[in-house]
């Protein structure tokens, strides 16, 4: 039992290039979420999806797009990154209810755009 | 939409004392405050949890206490240990809407030895 694994854990960019993370979970969870961290700024949620095929956007989505073809799998997709989405970004996951409010983390991605 | 305050942004303890973080949040639908701790170099784990139908919890040397009214929430680790410096973040849901959470800024906590 993985948890929740995240591809790739490191990614330099130069502007305007594109990039997909990957984000894997093997606890059946039915939501998932990317985030942003920064500094002093904690997490921020970018966007989310509550089952397979749906997506949402959270508190900073702009310049980010996902998707969710399967259940255990949530895309994080930049399509012309800039050096404002340096940051590290992390996948999480949770059940959507039963102890429904806990999300579980990956490891995380470090992204930095030159 | 819900914004939460957490205080202080750096703690430093002599091993062995107490350590108290403490949030507020603005909305009073939210029903689910959550701690996690982060290490460096890795990703966020949830510590304990309490929702609002409860005051208090507590987990061993950690308890987090909730007053409603008020609308704010504190985390509490009584005899620190260099194994607790780490990053806390506190957090708040309304339990709808993906269950979607709002955290606060982090506090670095240092424990010396």
């Known amino acids: 039992n993985a948890g929740v694994t995240q591809t790739p854990k490191f990614r330099v960019l130069k502007t305007g290039q594109s990039m997909t993370l990957l984000c894997a979970q093997d606890?059946?969870?039915?939501?998932m979420y990317w985030y942003r961290q920064d500094p002093g700024m904690g997490l921020r949620l970018i966007h989310y999806?509550?089952?397979?095929?749906?997506?949402a956007k959270g508190e900073v989505p702009d310049g980010y797009n996902v998707s969710r073809l399967k259940k255990q799998n949530f895309l994080l997709g930049l399509e012309s990154a800039a050096p404002s989405q340096t940051s590290v970004y992390f996948c999480?996951?949770?059940?959507?209810?039963?102890?429904?409010?806990?999300?579980?983390f990956g490891p995380g991605t470090r992204l930095t755009v030159l | 939409g819900e914004n939460v305050e957490q205080h202080p942004s750096t703690l430093s303890v002599q091993e062995g004392d107490s350590a108290v973080i403490k949030c507020t949040y603005s909305?009073?639908?939210?029903?689910?405050f959550p701690w996690y701790k982060q290490e460096l170099g890795k990703g966020p784990q949830l510590i304990i949890d309490?929702?609002?139908?409860?005051g208090e919890k507590k987990d061993q040397r950690i308890a987090v206490t909730l007053n409603k009214t008020a609308k704010h929430f504190s985390l509490h680790i009584t005899e620190t240990q260099p194994e607790d410096s780490a990053v806390y973040f506190c957090?708040?849901?309304?339990?709808?809407?993906?269950?979607?959470?709002?955290f606060g800024a982090g506090t670095i906590l240092r424990v010396k030895s």
């Open positions: 999480a996951s949770s059940y959507s209810s039963g102890g429904a409010g806990t999300q579980y």
């Open positions: 606890m059946n969870h039915e939501y």
């Open positions: 999806s509550v089952g397979e095929g749906t997506t």
């Open positions: 909305d009073s639908a939210s029903n689910y």
């Open positions: 309490i929702r609002s139908n409860v």
């Open positions: 957090a708040a849901s309304k339990g709808k809407d993906g269950n979607k959470l709002v």
